[in-house]
């Protein structure tokens, strides 16, 4: 689901991980298997766990009981939880709706059944070490954009990815990525995969430069991504937000210096 669905998320964030993660070549890294149940492993054996869900089977690292208790205990014990997938806040809304609450997420509606994100705006722009909101584009109306969660964050949690609020405007809230520390262990949850945020620099970040923020929050430390994409060396007209036939449209650019325009 990574690239709108034409690369493999788990390779994609896999990549990320090992390119960015100071040390990650001496690290224990296991990949498991696609659809491999959680019995197979004791989650309290690491520090850091990722899990990668897909827009069709999201209930497979939360099949059984068991493996939910699984992951309430490592709440209490390990440091940092990645969790992504378009529909895992939907299902686990139905079936262990505590444990969502865990996650430092509510659930609000499951999105649309296709074409729900644009792009996306840091409304936490001290997440990602910035003083002001930016946006980056992601995979629109692609396998990655079918049936994106809409989802809150509970009292404590914070919204740190939001899409767009029109073109379409989401049906009762745009977060699609929250940041939540119990204290003990820090979880980032996303109904969004970042594999299939613009990995180009036409955008203030790119998808490795919000990322590696990502990683840097669960407590990895992060090395060769200090410098922020180089800006464009020429105008680039983004696409414009909603269609041109509403009675108003919204036209982003980028711009190689600060300018005045007209």
């Known amino acids: 689901l990574a690239d709108g669905g034409t690369s493999d998320e788990v390779t994609a964030i896999t990549n990320m991980i090992n390119d960015m993660v100071a040390g990650a070549d001496t690290m224990d890294i296991y990949i498991s298997e696609q659809d491999e149940y959680l019995q197979h492993f004791i989650l309290d054996n690491y520090r850091w766990v990722f899990v990668i869900a897909g827009n069709e089977d999201p209930y497979m690292p939360f099949y059984f009981y068991s493996d939910t208790v699984q992951f309430v205990n490592f709440l209490t014990s390990g440091t940092g939880l990645f969790i992504e997938g378009s529909e895992v806040a939907y299902y686990l809304d139905n079936y262990f709706p505590n444990l969502l609450n865990d996650f430092g997420v509510s659930f609000v509606d499951d999105g649309y059944d296709s074409a729900n994100v644009h792009y996306?705006?840091?409304?936490?722009?001290?997440?990602?070490?910035?003083?002001?909101?930016?946006?980056?584009?992601?995979?629109?109306?692609?396998?990655?954009?079918?049936?994106?969660?809409?989802?809150?964050?509970?009292?404590?949690?914070?919204?740190?990815?939001?899409?767009?609020?029109?073109?379409?405007?989401?049906?009762?809230?745009?977060?699609?990525?929250?940041?939540?520390?119990?204290?003990?262990?820090?979880?980032?949850?996303?109904?969004?995969?970042?594999?299939?945020?613009?990995?180009?620099?036409?955008?203030?970040?790119?998808?490795?430069?919000?990322?590696?923020?990502?990683?840097?929050?669960?407590?990895?430390?992060?090395?060769?991504?200090?410098?922020?994409?180089?800006?464009?060396?020429?105008?680039?007209?983004?696409?414009?937000?909603?269609?041109?036939?509403?009675?108003?449209?919204?036209?982003?650019?980028?711009?190689?210096?600060?300018?005045?325009?007209?």
């Open 120 to 262: 996306l705006t840091a409304v936490e722009p001290s997440f990602f070490d910035e003083t002001d909101p930016f946006d980056v584009n992601y995979a629109y109306n692609t396998v990655a954009d079918f049936t994106a969660d809409e989802i809150a964050p509970i009292a404590g949690a914070e919204a740190i990815l939001n899409s767009q609020t029109d073109d379409p405007a989401p049906v009762g809230d745009g977060t699609r990525v929250i940041y939540y520390n119990n204290g003990t262990c820090r979880v980032v949850f996303s109904s969004i995969y970042f594999g299939s945020i613009d990995a180009g620099t036409t955008e203030p970040e790119t998808r490795n430069y919000v990322f590696s923020k990502v990683l840097d929050s669960l407590g990895l430390t992060t090395t060769g991504i200090n410098e922020k994409p180089a800006k464009p060396k020429t105008p680039i007209l983004l696409s414009n937000t909603p269609n041109p036939f509403n009675s108003s449209t919204a036209i982003r650019f980028t711009l190689p210096n600060d300018d005045n325009i007209r």
